[in-house]
């Protein structure tokens, strides 16, 4: 089935490091995105990227960076820059410039950084 | 900028209708979505409405769009315990690339049987 995979689900780490979480999809779409979650709050976008080697910064793209290498992949790096890194981070696709088509999201990666 | 609106709380009994309303501010959006999130996992797409359209009808939901006071309604009809989870509203701020979504902050629904 097609989909889009996030690992892991759940991410520990220390503050001051660096960590990337891995969003996979085989689904053939163009367009990639990364939201943001916090409790109580909406989705802040973070970067996307609607064709392969190329990529925008969404509202808070501060502290973090993206790469597009593959059409498949698109993995967020978290920098030690981040202020608050501890969030929910959602992974999304769709077939870029269909309104009609939805979005996709995957399971979402919690990260928690001590 | 723009901003969606909606509030954070519902509570219904099963077999009751549930609404969940938002409100929007960018009267260009050409598109606006219902999102649903179960705990733990990613948004699920449940409906969208074009933005000429005034309602919209897909089994037990119903999507009301007031295009001139910019509020969008969406009502399940036969709540049941498995309804409960988040609903996003969102529009869409690029001409409807799905990508540029503004979402609400959520309503989270609690059906008690």
């Known amino acids: 089935d097609g989909g889009i995979t996030q690992s892991p689900k759940y991410l520990f780490r220390k503050e001051g490091q660096n960590v990337t979480l891995s969003c996979e999809q085989n689904?053939?779409?163009?367009?990639m995105y990364w939201y943001r979650q916090d409790p109580g709050q909406g989705l802040r976008l973070i970067y996307y990227s609607q064709i392969v080697n190329d990529f925008q910064k969404g509202d808070i793209a501060e502290g973090y960076s993206v790469s597009r290498e593959k059409k498949e992949s698109f993995p967020l790096t978290v920098t030690s820059a981040q202020k608050n890194p501890t969030a929910f981070y959602l992974c999304?696709?769709?077939?870029?410039?269909?309104?009609?088509?939805?979005?996709?999201f995957g399971n979402g990666t919690r990260l928690t950084v001590t | 900028g723009e901003d969606v609106e909606q509030s954070l709380f519902l509570s219904v009994r099963e077999g009751d209708s549930s609404v969940i309303n938002c409100t929007y501010t960018d009267s260009s959006s050409t598109y606006l979505y219902w999102y649903k999130q179960e705990p733990g996992a990613g948004l699920q797409l449940l409906t969208y409405i074009f933005s000429n359209m005034d309602m919209k009808q897909d089994q037990r939901l119903t999507v009301l769009l007031n295009k001139k006071d910019k509020h969008l309604s969406l009502r399940i009809a036969d709540t049941q315990t498995g309804d409960s989870a988040i609903y996003f509203c969102?529009?869409?701020?690029?001409?409807?690339?799905?990508?540029?979504?503004?979402f609400g902050k959520g309503t989270k629904l609690s059906v008690k049987p």
């Open positions: 969102a529009e869409d701020d690029y001409g409807g690339s799905q990508g540029n979504l503004i």
């Open positions: 689904l053939n779409h163009d367009a």
């Open positions: 999304a696709s769709s077939i870029h410039g269909e309104p009609n088509s939805p979005l996709h």
